[in-house]
């Protein structure tokens, strides 16, 4: 045999062994700017700071405002997040839920939002949800004025 074609067998044979023994996939962790708004003129009420998204309180955005993050789950079932989450006042809030879906639109929706219970503390907000294969998931905190996330994790 060639030593060229010794050298291209030998990768060969590694590339399938590495691709064989893959582990499966950790979990991840997403910025919150890395979402989105449902409604496009509550895009106004965000602003962006270092990947943080927090509600700017700007005119028209005195209540709460969704913001969705969505989330690149590998598997079906169920999948757990956790996003941080800071109130500056007591007028401030985050309140978080979690959504799956199946690739035929159902929405696994469980409601169980979670809100922040303290003030100027960072806070983790844990929810739950549930997706087919071929689903998805994200994250849907609604945020008032002065509200913050930072990161997602799943």
């Not at 291209?8 to 890395?34: E, K």
């Not at 969505?70 to 007028?91: E, I, K, Q």
């Amino acid at each position: 045999m060639s030593t060229t074609f010794k050298s291209f067998l030998l990768a060969a044979v590694a590339a399938v062994a590495a691709g064989a023994v893959a582990a499966p996939a950790a979990a991840r962790t997403t910025t919150a700017s890395a979402g989105t708004t449902i409604v496009a003129s509550d895009r106004a009420c965000f602003s962006e700071y270092w990947g943080n998204i927090y509600n700017n309180g700007s005119t028209g955005c005195a209540g709460p405002r969704a913001w969705l993050v969505p989330a690149v789950v590998d598997h079906a079932g169920w999948t757990n997040f956790s996003v941080g989450g800071v109130a500056f006042n007591l007028s401030s809030d985050v309140s978080c839920r979690a959504i799956g879906t199946s690739w035929d639109g159902y929405v696994w929706d469980l409601y169980a939002a979670k809100s922040l219970t303290s003030v100027n503390v960072f806070q983790q907000i844990n929810v739950t949800s549930y997706h087919t294969a071929n689903g998805s998931s994200y994250l849907a905190c609604d945020i008032t004025p002065n509200g913050r996330i930072t990161t997602v994790t799943y």
